[in-house]
């Protein structure tokens, strides 16, 4: 039993470690392809279609519920949801704005800068407090974005024949989204945590599960929205499928499927080897990187991740608290067996002092 639990847990790491760096390969070549027009394919398509695709996921778990949840759906918590769904739109929006405009590697290894900002706004909102060693991290975090972020000599003006890259254009959105996915967790978190005080375990599964459903229900008609606001006249004219290619596609599945994983990582890992999972994403986009797409490693910039790798390890030991030791476990058949030879032990004992007594009345 122990051997499959270990299975499968290496194995929801590994899938999340191909997820996490193939989606930021494939995000940035798919928005980088000799041919397209300037913009590519249109954002806002995208958007609404890697909603539509983490629909059914949320729906799949939603059917396989036993008990019904019309009483959950309370109309004030979709409402409140709404606020982190147009937050989640945008912030995806700006990630690939940003992978637009950086390489890979770079936005990859900025994009950690999403731990310093939820720390922010969980000591703001939520009262967490924060360790030394996480205070620590959280600096050396800055020092290696801040480092990694450096355009070298080789990217500068660098242009590809989609469009021209604009590094600080590109540093800016990652930032943005940085600072927007960090309030975003806190503020869904604060929800989660309110809806679920006083429930049972299995309800807060059911909830949690049906919280999902509600940010995909939202977060595409958000995105649904962007389309009629932003690129009807060019979905019109050049069709809503306009640049999607089979680097798109992936993009989309891998896109699709990695909410499911990291919860997945979640039930069945820590948060210590999520962060492991993390840190060698980032070793594999790097290097695949610069053996595909040339990109150049300088000095300052292995520097800069090596410090983000360093900090995003020691933030999550920090985090991890020392949990009691199970009490031991005792086999009913051995406990069984022990009780009986207690009870011969005594049954002689007492059979013994009997014997001793009569000896002493006999001499009397």
């Known amino acids: 039993m122990a051997t499959k639990h270990n299975a499968l847990k290496f194995g929801c790491l590994a899938f999340l470690t191909v997820q996490n760096s193939g989606l930021v390969l494939t995000m940035w070549k798919s928005r980088t392809i000799p041919g397209n027009s300037l913009l590519g394919y249109l954002l806002s398509s995208y958007t609404q279609r890697s909603d539509t695709d983490d629909e059914p996921n949320a729906r799949t778990e939603q059917d396989s519920q036993k008990r019904s949840w019309s009483s959950k759906f309370r109309r004030r918590d979709f409402i409140v949801l709404l606020i982190p769904s147009l937050l989640y739109t945008i912030q995806n929006n700006l990630q690939f704005i940003a992978v637009s405009n950086l390489e890979a590697a770079t936005f990859q290894v900025a994009y950690q800068g999403k731990l310093l900002t939820t720390a922010i706004f969980a000591v703001i909102f939520l009262g967490k407090k924060l360790s030394i060693q996480q205070l620590y991290s959280i600096m050396l975090l800055c020092a290696g974005v801040a480092c990694a972020s450096v355009p070298s000599s080789s990217t500068k ?35 989660l945590k309110k809806t679920q005080q006083g429930e049972e375990n299995e309800s807060k599964e059911r909830m949690f599960w049906l919280r999902n459903f509600q940010l995909s229900l939202s977060s595409l008609a958000f995105a649904t929205f962007g389309i009629l606001a932003v690129d009807r006249d060019a979905i019109r004219t050049n069709g809503f499928w306009h640049g999607y290619n089979n680097w798109v596609w992936a993009t989309i599945v891998l896109q699709a ?28 986009s790097t ?6 797409w040339a990109f150049q490693l300088t000095p300052l910039f292995l520097l800069g991740m090596v410090a983000v790798l360093v900090s995003t390890r020691m933030y999550g030991m920090s985090a991890v608290k020392a949990l009691p030791a199970p009490a031991p476990q005792i086999d009913e058949e051995s406990g069984l067996e022990e009780e009986k030879m207690a009870l011969q032990q005594e049954e002689e004992g007492s059979e013994e002092d009997e014997e001793a007594a009569e000896e002493a009345l006999g001499k009397v």
Do not use: P, R, W
């Open 157 to 191: 003006n660098t242009s590809t024949s989609a469009h021209s890259q604009n590094h600080a254009f590109g540093i800016a959105a990652v930032s943005a989204a940085c600072i927007i996915s960090g309030f975003a967790g806190v503020y869904t978190e604060s929800i």
């Open 257 to 284: 499927v990695g909410g499911l994983t990291v919860a997945f990582v979640i039930t069945y890992t820590d948060n210590i080897l999520k962060g492991f999972a993390t840190s060698i994403s980032v070793i594999i």
């Open 287 to 292: 290097v695949a990187s610069s053996l595909i």
